[in-house]
């Protein structure tokens, strides 16, 4: 993590920081409305379910104003909703590992699931509330213990992926259903590691962000 980010998080509730950043896609909501003469609301967040005038463009992404969901917060987001059971089993045993804002709010507040967000606690990071310490690697994880599973950008930050990628499958019921998902490299190439590379900002230059091992391709 940047050290000059790790002391302000450090040094300033989490509360403040949650309130800058929504402050900021706001802002940013107003200024792009405005300069694009954005009037009606053609912009459809399926997490929020409602519209907007526009999309937040920012360092590439484009997220939903309220919530900061992403491109690909939306698409899985409409994929559980009209592809899986997760909204209509009753009841449902989920595991959210490393939840994400726009997803947690929606799923705890669900009287069908139970939910249990989880997340690998590090020093300088922020977790939600209900959210507890979790360790994908654990050999001593409870087996067939969850009906669904979301697993989202999770991989590509564990260098035993393969350790990762088994327990999952043990911990997950048979019949039950998992959503995990990995940056993959364009084109038909093979998935690229290098465990040599260590330091941040190579990992940064070779697998896209500083604390990535990997970038997956279609073939491994």
């Not at 309130?19 to 694009?36: A, N």
């Not at 969850?146 to 950008?153: L, S």
């Not at 911990?171 to 490299?185: D, M, R, W, Y």
Request: hydrophobic share 35%; with cysteine.
């Amino acid at each position: 993590m940047n050290p000059i980010l790790l002391v302000f998080k450090k040094c300033t509730p989490q509360g403040f920081r949650i309130w800058l950043r929504d402050l900021r896609r706001i802002s940013l909501y107003q200024l792009q409305s405005l300069i694009g003469l954005k009037i009606h609301k053609k912009h459809y967040c399926p997490i929020s379910e409602r519209k907007f005038r526009t999309f937040i463009k920012s360092e590439g992404l484009v997220q939903s104003p309220d919530s900061g969901a992403r491109e690909r917060h939306r698409f899985i987001w409409h994929y559980l909703k009209s592809e899986t059971p997760l909204f209509t089993q009753n009841p449902i045993v989920l595991l959210h590992i490393s939840p994400e804002h726009c997803f947690y709010e929606k799923l705890k507040s669900r009287e069908n699931i139970l939910y249990f967000p989880v997340d690998k606690f590090e020093p300088g990071y922020d977790y939600q509330s209900l959210t507890r310490n979790f360790d994908l690697l654990n050999q001593n994880l409870e087996t067939e213990k969850y009906d669904f599973i979301i697993c989202n950008h999770v991989l590509e930050h564990i260098p035993d992926d393969a350790t990762a990628i088994e327990n999952l499958f043990k911990i997950l019921k048979t019949g039950g259903n998992a959503i995990v998902t990995v940056p993959i490299l364009p084109g038909n190439r093979p998935t690229y590691e290098n465990k040599s590379i260590t330091s941040p900002k190579e990992r940064k230059k070779h697998f896209g962000q500083w604390d990535h091992v990997r970038y997956y391709g279609i073939r491994h």
